[in-house]
């Protein structure tokens, strides 16, 4: 019974997965073909059928992607590794972990999508895994791998007529097909496709965002919850196709000999690559996620979306504590002719109301505000605009712990919480950092299983709207907060109005 319990049968054929803490887990699931070879940056193709039990008891191949020789003690400390399980261009896989399978369970299922921007990350990760939440909740949880880079996002439309004409989007072609997989498969593994929720952090957050703009995802997904990667607009064409082609240049590969550049090793593409992403092509992508409108094809699609409160911490420099440092900053920020005195107000305000903050902090704040949590307001506006589906704000104040706390509640600090891993280097083994941890996963579970992320865990959380705003706070005092910090908000678009998404 119990061997019987660890197979299932997929449509392309029987695979065997182990068990772990009374979870059933089945890793590196294919769900699409090489994308190696002739297969290089054309749409995702099939997996083939498969004979006898494939082992699914280890981890699948991530994406091709660069490899740090030198990963950064944060790296190390959170166990973000991206590389467990290989890297190879057979990379089309699935995770998959349940409280049963075949027993009609009809269980919501949450579809995690990793960040890393469009470049880097696995669904390998550590703090991915899904044997906290699918136990915790009674839910199945899925990760995936998909193309990155250049070989996920190279824009090859205005190069080469061989059936690319959305090679641009190929990244994006494989996260639909992956949801299809998971709709016509998870019935067998006790799910619902019926009740799929989509998440991500960061990049992550940004394919979501783009997902819900995307006619061929359209009915693969219920639920979006997004957390730190709200996006507004996707890339162009004249910028996508002019990194082509300097790739190519550095490459030694003539405009247009796509033979040659699908011959070129996957290490010597990642390595000379530069930023990627979807692009508007009128085919896959059809218009821009959440400019100027939210999508009216996914406007019955409710919403978490959510930041950190010193997200951008990481992009600060490490030497920036002192306050002279960042008075200078805050003024190259502000171009107005007045600057010097618009700084005094900016710096007073929030010394304000962030008394405890050290200059490092105040500047990741800032640098949040006008930015990542600025899209994430404008996305939830736009989302309110539709009159369809709620959405649900909040804000993550509990802090790194340990070697990562001098960053405070850094970009990525939600991201283990939101599974309802409790215990993560992240918060810390105190009961502080459980609790918090307890209130993000559960409401991150009742939303994706209904819509509504209110459970008995944390206090009531109401829907955002433009006017009461309401906003749930993660910390050490869990609260609804109407508004919070108006004040900044309304100084950031008086001193800087917003940059084009």
Same mark, same amino acid.
Request: proline share 9%; hydrophobic share 35%.
């Given at each position: 019974a119990q061997g019987a319990a660890l197979l299932a049968e997929t449509k392309h054929g029987r695979i065997r997965g182990f068990d772990v803490d009374g979870i059933k887990c089945f890793r590196g699931v294919p769900y699409g073909a090489d994308t190696g070879g002739k297969n290089r940056f054309m749409p995702p193709q099939k997996v083939a059928n498969w004979s006898g039990v494939r082992d699914a008891r280890d981890w699948g191949h991530v994406a091709p992607q660069r490899i740090s020789p030198d990963p950064s003690a944060y790296t190390k400390y959170v166990g973000w590794n991206n590389y467990r399980g290989g890297m190879s261009e057979d990379c089309l896989v699935v995770n998959v972990w349940t409280p049963a399978v075949r027993d009609n369970g009809k269980r919501a299922v949450l579809f995690i999508i990793h960040g890393g921007g469009y470049t880097s990350g696995s669904g390998n990760l550590e703090a991915l895994e899904g044997q906290h939440l699918a136990k915790m909740a009674n839910m199945v949880v899925v990760t995936v791998n998909h193309r990155l880079g250049a070989l996920g996002y190279m824009d090859l439309s205005g190069f080469c007529a061989e059936g690319l004409a959305s090679s641009g989007n190929v990244g994006m072609m494989d996260l639909v097909l992956a949801l299809q997989w998971v709709r016509d498969n998870i019935a067998e593994f006790g799910g619902n496709p019926g009740s799929v929720a989509i998440t991500g952090q960061s990049g992550g957050g940004g394919k979501c965002s783009n997902l819900m703009a995307i006619p061929s995802a359209v009915g693969l997904f219920h639920r979006v919850a997004i957390q730190s990667g709200s996006s507004l607009k996707t890339g162009r064409h004249e910028a996508a196709q002019k990194a082509a082609e300097g790739l190519w240049t550095k490459l030694g590969v003539a405009k247009g000999d796509i033979g040659k550049l699908r011959a070129v090793p996957f290490?010597?593409?990642?390595?000379?690559?530069?930023?990627? @992403?979807?692009?508007?092509?009128?085919?896959?992508?059809?218009?821009?996620?959440?400019? $100027?409108?939210? $999508?009216?094809?996914?406007?019955?699609?409710?919403?978490?979306?959510?930041?950190?409160?010193?997200?951008? %911490?990481?992009?600060?420099? @490490?030497?920036?504590?002192?306050?002279?440092?960042?008075?200078?900053?805050?003024?190259?920020? !502000?171009?107005?002719?007045?600057?010097?005195?618009?700084?005094?107000?900016?710096?007073?305000?929030?010394?304000? !109301?962030? $008394?405890?903050?050290?200059?490092?902090?105040?500047? %990741?704040?800032?640098a949040t505000d006008r930015g990542g949590r600025r899209s994430a307001v404008t996305q939830a506006e736009r989302k309110v605009a539709q009159g369809a589906a709620s959405v649900y704000m909040y804000r993550w104040d509990w802090p790194a712990f340990g070697e990562g706390a001098h960053w405070g509640a850094v970009h990525g600090t939600d991201v283990s919480p939101a599974f309802a891993?409790?215990?993560?280097?992240?918060?810390?083994?105190?009961?502080?950092?459980?609790?918090?941890?307890?209130?993000?996963?559960?409401?991150?579970?009742?939303?994706?299983?209904?819509?509504?992320?209110?459970?008995?865990?944390?206090?009531?959380?109401?829907?955002?709207?433009?006017?009461?705003r309401a906003v749930m706070i993660f910390g050490g005092n869990t609260q609804q907060v109407n508004d919070p910090d108006r004040e900044l908000r309304e100084l950031w678009n008086k001193l800087a109005p917003a940059r084009p998404a």
């Open positions: 290490k010597d593409i990642v390595d000379n690559q530069t930023n990627a @992403g979807p692009v508007l092509d009128g085919i896959v992508v059809t218009r821009d996620p959440f400019d $100027p409108d939210g $999508p009216a094809m996914s406007a019955n699609v409710p919403m978490i979306i959510g930041t950190c409160l010193e997200d951008s %911490a990481f992009t600060v420099p @490490g030497n920036a504590k002192e306050d002279a440092e960042l008075r200078n900053w805050v003024q190259s920020q !502000l171009r107005q002719a007045n600057a010097e005195q618009q700084t005094d107000a900016v710096l007073a305000l929030y010394r304000k !109301l962030h $008394p405890n903050k050290n200059a490092f902090l105040l500047r %990741a704040i800032m891993n409790p215990t993560t280097a992240m918060t810390g083994n105190s009961e502080g950092g459980k609790r918090v941890a307890r209130q993000l996963g559960s409401a991150f579970a009742a939303f994706a299983k209904t819509g509504n992320p209110n459970n008995p865990n944390i206090p009531t959380w109401s829907p955002y709207d433009p006017k009461r």
